[in-house]
């Protein structure tokens, strides 16, 4: 069997950590291709896309994908609410669609090849090579950032997420009742069982949305009934749906096999706690690169050996994550809205940036004596 191209790296998914690794492998001058299985990057996007501070100094993102959001808005299951702010810190909310297609031609000038339109369903090695064999194509590198189900983990029998939350969200053109300061977010343990509900402003639109664990259905329609006279919903035609799940049972393993590798929530890059993956997948699709590109014209170390030094092993989410899995009754929520104590801990959530161990332990003493 003939093959009709080589590449030095072959990436499955334009997902964040699929598009951010192949720029950064083509500006190495590795010769890098994508594949993907939607017609285009921005196609059925199924996450809110919402990018923590640290996630937003990854990438330079040109200002019309985004929106600054610098609050927020916690409400209790009675609809009480607190709002919180850290000096200098911010959301910025995205067009999630236009953000992956931005990504994926700024992937191109670099000189990435893109095959949309494309599942793999097939991989085998060949010597110290991986055969595509529906694509008549060899690899010196595979990377899988396909996903939280993905077709490169079972191809090569690596790590595979099993504890998932289930998200679902809308998107309305316009809430002229929804304060477009802050992300609203509704703490609920029969809505929102395990995690969270959010209305959130995004650049020319504003998205609702629900998730709930694997214990409890979403409906999302209880929810946007529930909060109705805060926003407005019926008065506005839903300009789009979507739904998706969400990785939360920290990183998978193993996550590598000789020149293949995980990335992203495919990896189970993302926070157990927070649901948040979009900044582990620029730091560690970038970082992936850096390292494939070494190990291949430089003798480096295999890439997984380093990555597994520097990706957090999420011990301590993982442990608030099944703390939340059985969260409070709602009148305990109700109870400690707005609390010195709930503030600070909500605070320690939604903001990233902390102080040292010493100072953290500090604040808290001094917040559990205001409270009692």
């Not at 999630?96 to 670099?110: E, I, K, P």
């Not at 343990?189 to 998730?211: D, E, K, M, N, T």
Request: charged content about 25%; some cysteine.
């Amino acid at each position: 069997m003939k093959d009709t191209a080589a590449y030095d790296l072959v990436i499955v998914g334009a997902s964040f950590a699929g598009l951010v690794c192949a720029r950064a492998a083509a500006i190495r001058r590795l010769r890098t291709l994508v594949l993907e299985a939607k017609r285009d990057p921005g196609a059925r996007i199924s996450t809110t896309g919402i990018l923590v501070k640290e996630a937003a100094e990854e990438v330079d993102i040109p200002p019309h994908l985004t929106r600054t959001v610098h609050g927020v808005r916690l409400y209790s299951p009675s609809l009480r609410s607190v709002d919180l702010f850290a000096p200098g810190y911010y959301f910025l909310t995205s067009n999630t669609a236009d953000l992956l297609r931005w990504l994926a031609r700024d992937c191109q000038t670099a000189g990435v090849q893109m095959r949309c339109s494309t599942k793999l369903d097939r991989a085998v090695r060949q010597g110290e090579m991986i055969f595509l064999p529906q694509l008549g194509l060899r690899t010196r590198y595979l990377v899988g950032a396909d996903g939280a189900r993905s077709t490169v983990a079972r191809l090569f029998d690596l790590g595979r997420n099993t504890k998932f939350l289930t998200g679902l969200e809308v998107e309305f053109p316009e809430l002229p009742m929804a304060d477009p300061d802050f992300l609203h977010c509704f703490l609920d343990s029969r809505l929102a069982r395990g995690y969270l509900a959010w209305v959130a402003p995004a650049p020319g639109f504003f998205q609702a949305g629900l998730a709930t664990n694997e214990d409890a259905k979403p409906d999302l329609r209880a929810f946007l009934t529930h909060t109705e006279k805060l926003f407005g919903f019926s008065k506005v035609s839903v300009k789009e749906r979507r739904s998706g799940r969400i990785p939360c049972g920290g990183l998978v393993y193993p996550f590598a096999a000789p020149r293949v590798l995980l990335i992203g929530d495919a990896a189970g890059h993302v926070s157990p706690l927070t649901g948040g993956g979009i900044r582990l997948a620029f730091r560690y699709g970038r970082r992936a690169a850096q390292l494939i590109a070494d190990h291949l014209t430089r003798h480096g170390p295999p890439p997984e050996a380093v990555l597994a030094r520097e990706i957090p092993t999420m011990r301590k989410k993982l442990i608030l994550r099944r703390v939340m899995n059985a969260p409070p009754p709602n009148w305990l929520y109700d109870m400690a809205i707005g609390t010195p104590l709930m503030n600070w801990f909500a605070r320690k959530i939604y903001f990233h940036r902390r102080a040292g161990l010493g100072d953290r332990l500090e604040t808290l003493e001094q917040h559990i004596k205001s409270s009692v």
